[in-house]
Antibody
Framework: QITLKESGPTLVKPTQTLTLTCTFS??????????VGWIRQPPGKALEWLAL???????RYSPSLKSRLTITKDTSKNQVVLTMTNMDPVDTATYYC?????????????WGQGTLVTVSS | QSALTQPRSVSGSPGQSVTISCTGT?????????VSWYQQHPGKAPKLMIY???KRPSGVPDRFSGSKSGNTASLTISGLQAEDEADYYC????????FGGGTKLTVL
């Protein structure tokens, strides 16, 4: 059974750095073709893709947020970590991590439940 | 990279069919056969419904179908059911990934 779960602070102050952890089970991030991505959704708004890390440590970032994002993996712990610097109230959103497997092309076939992060002083 | 364009809302009666469009450019929708569609019920995580333009993961009813023409992809839901009422998002690979603005489907 595949599961993903996001964890991290629920409240951060403007200018702070956000660190989110995705802990997963049921698959290995050392398997060829596997990737874990982060997607966010501001309240009442659309989904926005942020970053993706592949089994071979290849990393992809949203062009508009690239300078603020870092994605890493710890295969032994089954975790993927996303850091976002210089947080602003517009970054208030539910942050999801999601699984991408080669058999489903470039789609995300399993998602975590999401974690709401509020940016406020 | 701009979001893909979707209608804000569509509606249909039970048993009818509805189609949701997703318009991009030759750099995303038109350039790759990697369009996916997600269903999201209120307060829930998105669920993959269609990948690679027209393929269905196991467990997704065959009432859901996808297609693409040029820079526009479409999701068609036939035989509408009450439980299909949700938000739907398209997503295209474009070197990175770009989502649509979302469409709220109302089953009348």
């Amino acid at each position: 059974q595949i599961t993903l779960k996001e964890s991290g602070p629920t409240l951060v102050k403007p200018t702070q750095t956000l660190t989110l952890t995705c802990t997963f089970s049921g698959f290995s991030l050392s398997t060829s073709g596997v990737g874990v991505g982060w997607i966010r959704q501001p309240p009442g708004k659309a989904l926005e893709w942020l970053a993706l890390i592949y089994w071979d440590d290849d990393k992809r970032y949203s062009p508009s947020l690239k300078s603020r994002l870092t994605i890493t993996k710890d295969t032994s712990k089954n975790q993927v970590v996303l850091t976002m610097t210089n947080m602003d109230p517009v970054d208030t959103a539910t942050y999801y991590c999601a699984l991408q497997r080669g058999r489903f092309g470039e789609a995300f076939d399993y998602w975590g439940q999401g974690t709401l992060v509020t940016v406020s002083s | 990279q701009s979001a893909l364009t979707q209608p804000r809302s569509v509606s249909g009666s039970p048993g009818q069919s509805v189609t949701i469009s997703c318009t991009g450019t030759s750099s995303d929708v038109g350039g790759y056969n990697y369009v996916s569609w997600y269903q999201q019920h209120p307060g829930k995580a998105p669920k993959l419904m269609i990948y690679d333009v027209s393929k269905r993961p196991s467990g997704v009813p065959d009432r859901f179908s996808g297609s693409k023409s040029g820079n526009t992809a479409s999701l068609t839901i036939s035989g509408l059911q009450a439980e299909d009422e949700a938000d739907y998002y398209c997503c295209s690979y474009a070197g990175s990934y770009v989502f649509g603005g979302g469409t709220k489907l109302t089953v009348l």
